[in-house]
């Protein structure tokens, strides 16, 4: 149980497209979602967290018009990200919590996105 | 501001020989504390939280207040340990509605044969 699935795992794309990016619980209904991002040998920093059905609460120095989210049903969040340049390119990953069953405050990950604009 | 230390990039040892890997944290209140794993090509995932005080895998992690300490230590280390693990405490935003974790650099482990 407590599946979370990212797709697609891989993208590559020109300067100034945008790039949409999906995360889904198979098995369980997240109240809340992560995104994350991770620099080569970094750690994972936060992005945003976001809950069904309400607007993202973005940290502090990410763009909310550039990583634009959305959390419209509790199996499924996407981050898009618009106009990508260069310096977009990364490992965004995207994490879950929620559900009865499942203990509070645990994220499940999923296996994350790598990101390369050209 | 709230911090998490994990003063060690690398760690290296034998396998049978005991394993610590250090985590300090810097956070206001009381967070709650987790470790979380990554094995070669999975995903991260979750080893062990304080609150729950298990040992998961052979590993267990101590908290403490004073020492502002979360580290984690298995008594024999084995080969399948190899990952990179990160500390992660874990508190209420300010709105009070959400748990957001924040993860330390991480630490490579590799167990030696």
């Known amino acids: 149980g407590a599946v979370v699935s990212q797709h697609p795992s891989w993208v590559i794309c020109k300067s100034g497209t945008s790039v949409k990016i999906e995360c889904r619980s198979l098995?369980?209904?997240?109240?809340?979602m992560f995104w994350y991002r991770q620099f080569p040998k970094q750690s994972l920093m936060l992005m945003a967290t976001?809950?069904?059905?309400?607007?993202?609460?973005?940290e502090q120095g990410v763009e909310k018009d550039k990583f634009l989210i959305n959390h419209a049903s509790l199996t499924l969040s996407t981050l898009t990200v618009t106009s990508a340049h260069p310096e977009d390119s990364s490992f965004y990953i995207c994490?879950?919590?929620?559900?009865?069953?499942?203990?509070?405050?645990?994220?499940?990950f999923g296996a994350g996105t790598r990101l390369s604009v050209l | 501001a709230q911090r998490v230390t994990q003063p060690e990039k690398l760690l290296s040892v034998f396998k049978g020989a005991p394993v610590e890997l250090k985590c300090n944290y810097s956070?206001?209140?009381?967070?709650?504390l987790f470790w979380y794993v990554q094995y070669s090509r999975q995903r991260l995932q979750l080893l062990l939280r304080?609150?729950s005080r298990e040992s998961i895998k052979g590993f267990t992690a101590d908290l403490n207040k004073g020492e502002t300490s979360f580290h984690l230590k298995k008594p024999f280390a084995q080969e399948e340990d190899s990952a990179m693990y990160y500390c992660a405490p874990a508190a209420v935003n300010s709105g009070g509605s959400n748990y957001k974790l924040t993860f330390g650099k991480g630490t490579l482990l590799t167990v030696n044969p």
């Open positions: 956070y206001s209140g009381s967070p709650e």
């Open positions: 976001s809950n069904e059905g309400s607007k993202a609460t973005y």
């Open positions: 994490s879950a919590h929620g559900g009865a069953l499942l203990a509070k405050n645990i994220q499940y």
């Open positions: 304080h609150i």
């Open positions: 098995d369980f209904q997240a109240t809340t």
